[in-house]
């Protein structure tokens, strides 16, 4: 993924919908995030869904049934144009749609691993210098009390290792689906409104956040299933 979609980059890093990305970074069942990005006659879209709004369920797919649903739910997301209708006078036709379901503990991971390496290479240099603050008399006292040291701080690390544990369990838990579309549009002046028919075909979704980029600037709406349009005059 992330191949051919620069363009939503520039919407990703635009400050006035950053506040809005930063409250999507908590997980929250009913409410997924539609990035939208519009450069001349191009169009890129990227959407982010709780597991929970597409399929029902978070957990890893366990059943055929399950990973039947997921594949129907993925096929489903790779048709832009049945989830979000644009008028047929701007002629738009896709260039590329992809779909794939994700784990947010994954993405988690490599970050909290590289902390905790931070952390095991502090703490072995502040050992280093304090051995050499010590004469050979400490050192002996030292040694003792360290081992005793120890002992507590193994049992702080194995306390806080087996709550990291329950962590990465919730964090495992929760899944959401990424799609991202690119479209050309003959008459991208037509792009006047979007149907969100996304809420028809996903029962259990309730809000998308919708970020916009275009040449008037970057703006941030709300698009609630009680009215699934978004009117997009005035942002061209």
């Known amino acids: 993924m992330n191949k051919c979609f620069p363009i939503v980059l520039a919407l990703l890093a635009s400050p006035a919908v950053a506040e809005e990305t930063r409250e999507l970074d908590s997980h929250e069942h009913g409410v997924g995030e539609l990035n939208i990005a ?18 029902g369920f978070e957990y890893e797919a366990q059943s055929e049934t399950d990973h039947a649903a997921i594949d129907a739910a993925i096929a489903m997301l790779a048709k832009p144009f049945d989830l979000f209708a644009i008028p047929s006078a701007a002629a738009c036709t896709v260039i590329e749609a992809s779909a794939e ?5 994954e993405h988690d991971e490599h970050d909290e691993h590289d902390e905790h390496d931070e952390h ?21 006292d030292e040694d003792h009390d360290n081992h005793k ?22 964090e495992a838990g929760h899944t959401e689906f990424h799609a991202e579309y690119t479209f050309t549009c003959e008459n991208p002046a037509a792009l006047t409104d979007i149907a969100f028919t996304y809420f028809d075909v996903f029962e259990n979704a309730r809000e998308l956040e919708v970020q916009i980029v275009s ?15 978004l009117d997009l005059k005035g942002l061209f």
Not at 40 to 53: I, R
Not at 121 to 137: K, N, P
């Open 149 to 170: 040291d120890d002992d507590g701080d193994h049992d702080d690390e194995h306390a806080e290792e087996h709550h990291d544990d329950d962590e990465h369990a919730d």
């Open 101 to 105: 379901l994700e784990s947010e503990g």
């Open 120 to 140: 095991d290479e502090h703490d072995e240099h502040d050992e280093h210098d304090e051995h050499d603050e010590h004469d050979e008399h400490d050192e002996h």
């Open 38 to 55: 519009f450069d001349g006659n191009s169009v890129a879209m990227e959407l982010h869904a709780p597991g929970a709004d597409i399929v």
């Open 215 to 229: 040449a008037t600037g970057a703006q941030a709406f709300e698009v609630e299933r009680t009215e699934p349009k």
